[in-house]
């Protein structure tokens, strides 16, 4: 029930990992980035398909400027976590001061774990929740955990729960089958190429 279809729509929701989403709003990266949280009714739309805000709480100018930069703060830290370092102290002081405007409240509804946010300034407290993940996540995981994406243009990252750490991808869902695409696509020209030459060959 957290996700709203209709306001999901463009939104690579794939990552199990709530910071890890966050950062996917900005898609792409590596090749033609593109951003997936280009007004405020966007980022407003984005945390009610996440659910934090059940109609998708106001979101002002300001604010998506401060979402953005939070964003790419998370980026720049996981991506150095995955690199085998630890984050630039500023990304981490960023990190922590959302962190401590932390206001929502998680409560058990019908067996289910949601956010409830405050009524004043709920986006602001939504993207505490976001941020709060993203500490738990960056710094509550054992070395080699948190990777980066395999698929050349992405740039996103996941946490790689998988026995024997075999996970390649932030999201099957996306990059999984761009890259298993992209893989048919290449076996098929070279099978095209050398017909004579490759029979029985996969
Ligand atoms: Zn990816």
């Known amino acids: 029930m957290s996700a709203d279809p209709r306001g999901a729509e463009g939104f690579r929701l794939g990552n199990e990992i ?26 407003g739309a984005w945390l009610a398909a996440n659910g934090l805000g059940e109609a ?47 206001r929502a409240r998680l409560v058990l509804d019908g067996g289910r774990a949601r956010w409830r946010l405050p009524e004043t300034d709920p986006a602001r407290a939504a993207l505490a929740v976001v941020a709060l993940d993203a500490i738990a996540t960056l710094g509550g995981q054992g070395d080699g955990v948190i990777k980066r994406c395999e698929q050349a243009t992405c740039g996103g990252l996941f946490v790689d729960t998988s026995r024997g750490g075999r996970r390649r991808w932030c999201s099957m869902a996306t990059c999984g089958n761009k890259m298993k695409k992209a ?11 050398t017909p004579a030459h490759r029979g029985g060959h996969a």
Not at 18 to 43: K, N, W
Not at 92 to 102: I, P, T
Not at 183 to 193: I, Y
Request: charge should be positive; hydrophobic fraction near 35%; charged fraction near 30%.
């Open 18 to 43: 709530l910071a890890f989403r966050f950062v996917a709003t900005l898609s792409d990266r590596r090749g033609d980035p593109v951003e997936r949280i280009p007004t405020p009714e966007r980022l």
């Open 183 to 193: 893989n048919l696509r290449s076996a098929r020209a070279r099978s095209g190429e």
């Open 56 to 102: 998708g709480p106001p979101v002002s100018e300001a604010l998506l400027r401060d979402a953005r930069e939070l964003r790419e703060a998370i980026h720049r830290a996981g991506t150095a976590v995955a690199g085998g370092g630890v984050p630039d102290p500023t990304d981490e002081e960023l990190l922590n001061r959302w962190s401590a405007r932390h």
